[in-house]
């Protein structure tokens, strides 16, 4: 069974940076192109970063030039580096492989990332 746990998010104040981690388990983690997603209140959850088993990386226009994500097969573990914060991007973070634009596997709990103005 694939577990994936998030971790890293927090609150911030606009401009500042957090660092997410993404601990997956169960799966051959290399294999696979991994994502990171976004759910802010009331809104659907949205892909915002994606890596593919060759590093390749691809970002939403919201979040591209500020966010990097990155990934360790060894440690089976994915992170996104989120600099330049901006209040909008308040949400719960989450990590999955990626199934089209959905998510493959079980979610995690997601972490929670704040930013105020």
């Known amino acids: 069974q694939v577990q994936l746990v998030e971790s890293g998010g927090g609150l911030v104040q606009a401009g500042e940076s957090l660092r997410l981690s993404c601990a997956v388990s169960g799966v051959t983690f290399s294999t696979y192109t991994m994502g990171w997603y976004r759910q802010a209140p009331g809104k659907q959850r949205d892909l915002i970063a994606s890596?593919?088993?060759?590093?390749?990386?691809r970002y939403a226009d919201s979040v591209k030039g500020r966010f990097t994500i990155s990934r360790d097969n060894a440690k089976n573990t994915q992170y996104l580096q989120m600099n330049s914060l901006k209040p909008e991007d308040t949400a719960v973070y989450y990590c999955?492989?990626?199934?089209?634009?959905?998510?493959?596997?079980?979610w995690g709990q997601g972490a929670q990332v704040t930013v105020s103005s």
């Open positions: 999955n492989a990626l199934a089209g634009l959905r998510g493959l596997w079980t």
């Open positions: 890596i593919n088993s060759g590093d390749n990386t």
